[in-house]
């Protein structure tokens, strides 16, 4: 998978062209904001964690950390990140271009309370050069999000 998968998933809504492709890598927090010429908060990083050996998704803004006690608190279990091998099985998007769009069957979305500070923030597209400028009710809408959670803390 990738960002033709994403594309793919979001040509249902006639909205593809909105995805940003660029020469540069936009794989990391700071490399996006540099990017896209915005602060790195805005970028929606999508982390990847399995909670009793189920793959979720928890996107964050890109100032957030997961905090470790509200994690477990909402989870009940300790954060525990998937490796990159992990990812690409079973979330479908290689490190550097996860994001909760063209992602396998079964995994579930959550949406991190840190986003809601902003009007439009920019999750990645499947791939580690893209991204595609979102409001926060679309990122809910299109994410798939099951629920919203605050299992951050700013940095």
């Known amino acids: 998978m990738g960002i033709e998968e994403v594309k793919q998933y979001f040509r249902k809504w006639d909205m593809e062209d909105r995805i940003m492709e660029f020469d540069a890598s936009s794989a990391t927090v ?5 990017a896209l010429n915005c602060e790195p908060a805005r970028i929606a990083k999508t982390l990847a964690f399995k909670v009793s050996e189920k793959p979720i998704l928890i996107v964050t803004a890109g100032d957030a950390k997961i905090d470790n006690k509200k994690y477990k608190e909402r989870f009940g279990t300790k954060a525990k990140m998937l490796s990159p091998e992990e990812v690409i099985e079973l979330i479908g998007h290689a490190v550097g271009g996860v994001c909760p769009f063209g992602i396998k069957e079964g995994v579930d ?19 580690g050069n893209s991204a595609i400028e979102l409001s926060i009710s679309e990122l809910e809408r299109y994410s798939g999000c099951i629920e919203w959670v605050d299992v951050c803390r700013l940095v």
């Open 109 to 127: 979305v959550y949406l991190d309370e840190s986003l809601k500070r902003f009007e439009t923030v920019f999750p990645a597209c499947g791939s």
């Open 30 to 34: 700071d490399l996006a904001a540099k």
